[in-house]
DNA sequence: CGGGTGGGCGCG
DNA sequence: AAAGCGCGCCCACCCG
């Protein structure tokens, strides 16, 4: 499917025509150059798309995962390179852009094929499908209520300033700091402030929160709470809610509802996880979800999958004893008495073998991890000695790591080549629960969406990592959440077949998302 | 003056 | 300077 609008060419109603093939027997699987740019003008026409594959999306994936190889088109002795447009269905009578449309997708098959790693086709199509519920999302837009909003905002900051004024209680606490100091200064400058503290005698090297958590001096709590404050004024006060939430007309009743619209970016990490460009979505604070809010006589059903990573770490690694314990709704709390005797020691053992880390109590809880779950900790180990010697690593389904620039392997030889070395490798031995967490979630998005649209319950609103928001009549809520339930199971199996690992996501009926968790 | 970078911190 | 992953966003600051 080319662009809408150049599609009108030789289409006069392409979502007229995709409508009806969407509503006839055999439902097609689309192809489309992309979905982020091409799918929204579709929406808009009221044309919906249930299944597609988005080259541009699968390009990349497949680039990635061709990088430790040369690129299979020129390997003469593949038998297909020479039968690629014979393989061609139809000839088609359209523009040029059709037709390399066609040639993109026919020789992204053979790619696909030529790679040879068994989920590659499910990690295309779940990409794709994501791209379809981004730009769904993005249409539809997450609840949410102005009016709550502002009052958060006056209860904080005090009541809207007018432009290039500091709201009157944020002031206040710039002053309560300039006080301690015993001089004006600007508590957004970070070069002021440290010249602050170290004119007061105390030498640190940074301004960050957890350096100053152990200073003793006045300025110290003022700063922490002007920085918590100010944070929420410029990023989500009320000049984001002027640029990010719209007005939607209610359904039925007529009236206006609020709509927050981020724009999502589907495999915007490296690892898989998805991005927004713009409006925050990704990183909206507690202090602020209380104005996403269901609609009068709606419901918003949140669910989050507690410990996704650790879980999934278990599955990809296959680690006997690990699987055994996702029984447990609480794994750190069930890991407990092999990790350290307490759940947040055993949560520090797990989280520091995925990420690396060997600081305090870290380095003797990831021992305990070797000796209790060798098949695990062995998994994200092997990914970090990969990546420390620049080798590729790959997520259950298939995702690889970008290979590391020219810039990495020059300055492998040199004075930063340690550093860079381990630091990769902290990355790729991330990478692999990470990406894989962030593929679980796609295939769950995907089957959720089917889901809901085929018993037209609700519509999914808002996705972050590892959670869900669906905003549904409050009486499809109870069935709501069952679809979810069974969402998440059907993902695990997707990936998993039969392996018994247990991957629950936590509905939870709500009005509001500070509710939820 | 406008773009690029780093500090700092929000989220998972 | 997180001890350790992945992001986006805002501000100050620097540089051309």
Redo the contacts with the bound molecule.
Sequence with gaps: MPLPGGAAAYHPDLAGAVREEEAGEAVPRWVVADAARDYPALLEAGARLDRVRDLRLAERILSRVEAHEPPAYVVASDPDAGTLFEREPDPVDGPAELTRLQAAWLDQRRRTAHAAIPGLGALLAAESAGALVAAEMGRTGVPFDREVHDRLLRDLLGPRPSKGMRPRRLQGLADQVAEAFGHQL?P???????AAFHAAGVEV?????????SVDHPAVEA??VY??H???W??FGW??AD?WVHDAVDRGTGRTAGRFR??Y?VG????G?W?????????????VREAIRADPGWKLVAA?AAQ?EPRLLAAISGDRAMIAATAADDLYTELAPSLGGERGKAK?AL??A???????D?RQLVQLMRDRFPAAFEKVESAARTGEKGGLVRTWLGRTVPAPSERWWRALSSEEGTKSS??RG??T???IV?GTAAEWALVLLALLRRDLYERGLGELVFF????VMVHCPAEHAGEVSAAIERAAEEATRTLFGTMPVRIPLRPKVVDSYAEA?
């Excluded at 090297?205 to 957890?210: L, P, S």
């Excluded at 915007?268 to 690892?271: F, L, N, P």
């Design positions: 600007n957004d400058s970070t070069k002021q402030v440290l090297k940074t301004t960050h929160a957890w350096e100053l958590h700063l922490k920085r918590e100010a944070r929420v410029s990023a000049n984001w640029a981020p724009v970016i915007g990490a490296d690892t996880r991005g927004t460009d713009g409006g925050g979505a990704l990183q909206l604070p507690h202090s989050d996704l520090i989280i520091s995925m990420y690396g880390g060997t600081a305090g870290a381990a630091s902290r990355f031995r991330n990478f990470q972050l990592h590892d959670e968790k």
